[in-house]
Structures are given as C-alpha cells and as structure tokens.
C-alpha cells in the first residue's frame, strides 16, 4: 500500500477544467498519490487518457463499473483528502443538498477525510443566493470551500469567479492536508469581525480612505464561522466578496462602524478588529461638490479632526463583558520604530488582548491576497507568520484566540445575553 498522501481530485464539468490538469502534474510531482474522479460533463472539456497517464490509476465516473469494489464507498474511505476543482454552481448545490448521483457526488459523501472544493464559475453564479447559500451549508459542515479568484473568465467576462491557479490550489491541499479537519472550536460562540476600510467623506462625490480591501477580515469571518461561531461580520468598503455569515451590518464612516461594532459586541464574546479605520476625518462636509476655479490655481484647505479610536473604546467600556478582544496594528515603519516596535507599544497602549501587527505598503498588506503578520498577545506572547495566504493567517490568529478565549470564559462570572444588555444598556459601564 501507498504511503503517500492520498489525494482523490474530483474535476467537475466546466471550462477550468484544463486547470486540474497541471493541479494533478503539482500533486503528483510533490509527491501526492492522486486518484481522479471526474463528472461525465467534466470528460467533455478533458479526456480520460489524459487522467490516466498523469495519475497512473484508471479512471471512472459512475458507480456501475468495477462494482465488485464499491468504488463509491472504498474511495472516500480510504482518501486523506478530497479536493473538487472546479467544484461548479452544480456541484456546489449537489453536494450541499447530499444528492448522489454519479461518483463523485458519492465519494463526497462517504469521504471521512478534509474536504476541499475550490469553486470556478461566472460571477452571477457565483453571487446567487442560491450558491452562497450552499456554500454557507457547505462550510457549516465543517467543508474548507475556497474564495474563487477575480479576473478574466470565459470570454471577455471578468470578475469573480476564476478558478486560483494550480500552485495555489496545491498550496491549499498541502495546508489542508497539514492542518487535518478543521475543528468545531467556536461552537456557540458569538464571533464579532470588522473588515474593509471606512471612508470618510469631503462632499456628496469625493472622500478620504485607504487602500484595504477586507480581504483578510472576510477570511476571518469565514474561519470562524467553519469553527462554529454565530458570526456577525461589520463589512467597511470592501473589493471582495463577503463570506455567508450569519449577519452582515454594512458601515461607511469610522462613527457608523463603532457604532455597528459597539451594538454588535453586546453579549458577544470575542471582537476581531480587522477593519482599516481612518484616524482622521475632515471638520466639515460640503452639501455640494467642491468646485475648482478656472481662473485660479488655489485649493481648498481640508482641515481634518481625529475620528473616535474604536479599538481603546471597547477596551474602556467591556468591563469583563467582553472576554477577548483582537486589534490590528498596520504599520510601515519610521524614524521612531520599526514595525514590530510600533506593534509592542501599540498593544501596551491599548489593552487589548491580541494585537496582529502587519507590515503594509502599497504592494504589501492591503489589496493584496497574502500577509505576514506577527501575533502579540498581552501575556507577552509572539507569533511570527511568515507570507502565506490571508485564509492561513486567519485561522492561525483564531488559533491564538480560542485558548484565551477558553480562559476567559473558565473564569468569568455568567455574561448577560444580548437582548439584556440591549435593554439595559447602562450596564456595559457599570
């Protein structure tokens, strides 16, 4: 018996199909036993003599041929990882609903190893209720189910949708394969996240902002509600799509997203600040567009006032209500400190509970899909994460949370629900 990784590749029936060619060559080649269960509509976009030859293992769609084996058993059975690429709107829903109507379908569901479906479609598909509806199932299940990548898809359409390129795809499975299933650590928990960037604005048309693009937030969302929390995801400007949580509070300003954040954290139990708030926000805002003169060159002057500091607020008034509290610190670097300097004291200066410092820059951090981030915890612990995806850094960041989180809990008296605190408000402060 083989004693490499066992990998089952399911292809599902769309035109990304070609990719899961060169995602088998990346699998194989890094030393991955790897088994292909394509659909019959997947055979139409790449032949079965081409599964064949760069597996080196036969290939079968239905559950008829070789029955003496029970293939749709024995295969999920005895894989350490099933990954689907392209997982369609389809198979999406197929696998969601538990239907089993070829192999695939059946390997899914008798599969007791990670699950990993990396979706490819176009971006209305992908953006159904229908299909993130799924997804929300899928991941609820415990499913690691991909973000599809943004850019050029069949014909000149372009958006969301794209099937990850094969060395990212084979970096997933490896991490996914590492990793084991995902635990169900934050079940019946309630999970706060901020993402994006607020905007603040000058008139009805222009505004002062930065360049994040709620990336890394989004991935927290997403993490923690695979774990098992009720999360409520406090969504800034954001250029990606947002994970299927359970609810969505949509925020412009710096002041709506405390606001949102603050309701929000009433009764929750860990808040991760992953939003990128602006510091400033100009005095005065013009009812009107602010028009240039033609025959002057002068500009208008913006005077700017600082905007509420989110993070130390909730600091001052959880008074034990809030048993983890999670900032980010997004830093360049200057005269004064590098980096992680400007990090320590930052976290010595807020109180918070963790603090992600990460470097950030215009090809650095923000818009970008991948981090490197150090973890400061206020026991004086460091956890430095090297560049990898913003989906790793996320779930190494709840990794640090759930302990403390655990702590946290194992010592403090019982907690108001929501509701209570809702109604009595006073009681956040005394």
Known sequence: MSTRPRVVLGVAGGIAAYKAVLLLRELAESGHDVRVVPTAAAERFVGRPTWEALSGHPVQTDVWAGADEVPHVRI???????????????????????????????????????????????????????????????????????????????????????????????????????????????????????????????????????????????????????????????????????????????????????????????????????????????????????????????????????????????VRERAGALPVLVGFAAETGDDSGGVLEHGRRKLARKGCDLLVVNEVGETRGFGTETNSVVVLGADGSERGVAETSKDVVAEIILDSLVPMLARALAVAPPRPSRDERSENPRRESE
């Open 76 to 314: 999920g059975r005895e894989a350490d990882l099933v990954v689907v690429a392209p997982a369609t709107a389809d198979l999406l829903a197929r696998a969601a609903h538990g239907l089993a109507d070829d192999l695939l379908t059946n390997v899914l569901l008798t599969a007791t190893c990670p699950v990993l479906l990396a979706p490819a479609m176009h971006t209305e598909m992908w953006q159904h209720p229908a299909t993130q509806a799924n997804v929300a199932t899928l991941r609820a299940r415990g499913v690691v189910v991909l973000d599809p990548a943004s850019g050029r898809l069949t014909g000149a359409d372009s958006g969301p949708g794209r099937l990850p390129e094969p060395a990212d795809l084979a970096a997933a499975c490896r991490r996914v394969l590492g990793a084991g299933p995902r635990p169900r650590d934050l079940e019946g928990r309630r999970v706060v996240v901020s993402a994006g960037g607020t905007r603040e604005p000058l008139d009805p048309v222009r505004y002062l902002g930065n360049r994040s693009s709620g990336r890394q937030g989004a991935a927290l969302a997403a993490a923690a509600a695979a774990r098992g929390a009720h999360v409520t995801l406090v969504a800034a400007s954001v250029d990606v799509p947002l994970p299927p949580v359970a609810e969505v509070v949509r925020v412009g300003t710096a002041a709506q997203l405390r606001d949102a954040v603050v309701a929000a954290a009433a009764g929750a139990d860990a808040v991760v600040m992953a939003a990128a708030v602006a510091d400033f926000a100009p005095r005065s805002r013009s009812t009107h567009k602010i028009k240039k003169s033609d025959d002057s060159d002068d500009a208008p002057v913006v005077e700017l006032q600082r905007n509420p500091d989110v993070l130390a607020g909730l």
